[in-house]
C-alpha cells in the first residue's frame, strides 16, 4: 500500500492542524495505522495509532498528546486522521502515517519496526 499524508503547515501556538493519509488500496482496513513524528535533531517518535476497525486507539506519551491529538480513520475514504489542538512549539516536527499488517500489530503497538509502509510525511511548524 502506498500511504500520501498531507494538511501540515504552519500554526500558531493554541493553534489547531488536521492532517490526513491517503492510502492507496482497499486493503486499508486491513492494517492498524499510526502517526509518528521527528522533529529536527531528535529521533522519531510514536504519536498515536488505531486498529483496523477504529474501535481503539491509542496515544504516545511524547509532548503530552493525549487529550490534544485525536486519531481515527475512515475505511471507505481509506483514510487516517490526526486532528492536533492546542499546539504548541515543541509539537513542530514532521509527521508521518504508517500501516502495520501483521496480525500481532494493534493499536498499542509503537514500534517503529512494527509498520511496514510509510508515508512521505508532511511538516508541521508551531510558531510562538
Known amino acids: 500500500v502506498q500511504l500520501q499524508a498531507s494538511g501540515g503547515g504552519l500554526v500558531q501556538v493554541g493553534g489547531s492542524l488536521m492532517l490526513s493519509c491517503a492510502a492507496s488500496d482497499n486493503t486499508f482496513s486491513t492494517y492498524v495505522m499510526g502517526w509518528f513524528r521527528q522533529a529536527p535533531g531528535k529521533e522519531r517518535e510514536f504519536v498515536a495509532a488505531?486498529?483496523?476497525?477504529?474501535?481503539?486507539?491509542?496515544?504516545g506519551n511524547a509532548g503530552s498528546v493525549k487529550g490534544r491529538f485525536t486519531i481515527s480513520r475512515d475505511n471507505v475514504k481509506n483514510m487516517v486522521y490526526l486532528q492536533m489542538n492546542s499546539l504548541k512549539p515543541e509539537d513542530t516536527a514532521v509527521y508521518y502515517c504508517?500501516?502495520?499488517?501483521?496480525?500481532?500489530?494493534?493499536?498499542?503497538?509503537?514500534?517503529?519496526?512494527?509498520?511496514?509502509?510509510w508515508g512521505q510525511g508532511t511538516q508541521v511548524t508551531v510558531s510562538s
Open positions: 488505531i486498529d483496523r476497525r477504529g474501535d481503539n486507539t491509542y496515544y
Open positions: 504508517a500501516a502495520g499488517r501483521r496480525f500481532w500489530v494493534t493499536a498499542g503497538t509503537n514500534m517503529e519496526r512494527a509498520y511496514d509502509y
